[in-house]
């Protein structure tokens, strides 16, 4: 990995997720329709990485583009401020430097694609979300 590839991380205090955006979010649409849309996140999440992957693996620079998008808004409606960065990096990289320009990104989004799932899978099912 060079220099540049280990640049795109998120920054160290960047949050998993940022509590004000649900409380808002619950705010505008009520607790229960809050925690579903938490729960649909965590649902979705496994077939937004395939879109991604899929995308990547047949040179589908649009449907990696629309992979992408579709994980860095949602991303941003449910807090999920790291996965909205990293994300956001990715769409940049995607638009600058084309397909691979992806390839630095795609790990670390994944991963943190995992964790936010899993945190607001648990958090809604426990009903500990922050509001």
């Known amino acids: 990995?060079?220099?540049?590839?280990?640049?795109?991380?998120?920054?160290?205090?960047?949050?998993?997720?940022?509590?004000?955006?649900?409380?808002?979010?619950?705010?505008?649409?009520?607790?229960?329709?809050?925690?579903?849309?938490?729960?649909?996140?965590?649902?979705?999440?496994?077939?937004?990485?395939?879109?991604?992957?899929?995308?990547?693996?047949?040179?589908?620079?649009?449907?990696?583009?629309?992979?992408?998008l579709s994980m860095r808004v949602s991303s941003a409606m449910v807090g999920a401020r790291r996965l909205e960065e990293l994300t956001a990096q990715l769409e940049t990289s995607l638009r600058t430097r084309g397909l691979a320009g992806a390839a630095p990104f795609v790990d670390d989004v994944e991963h943190c694609g995992e964790q936010t799932a899993h945190a607001l899978s648990t958090q809604s099912d426990s009903g500990h979300l922050p509001w």
């Not at 540049?4 to 998120?10: K, L, R, V």
């Not at 329709?33 to 996140?41: D, K, M, P, Q, V």
């Open 1 to 68: 990995m060079t220099a540049s590839e280990g640049d795109h991380q998120p920054p160290p205090g960047s949050p998993l997720l940022d509590p004000q955006v649900l409380r808002e979010l619950a705010e505008d649409v009520g607790a229960p329709a809050a925690a579903s849309f938490a729960r649909e996140f965590a649902g979705m999440w496994p077939r937004r990485r395939t879109a991604l992957a899929r995308a990547l693996a047949h040179d589908d620079a649009d449907g990696a583009m629309e992979a992408v």
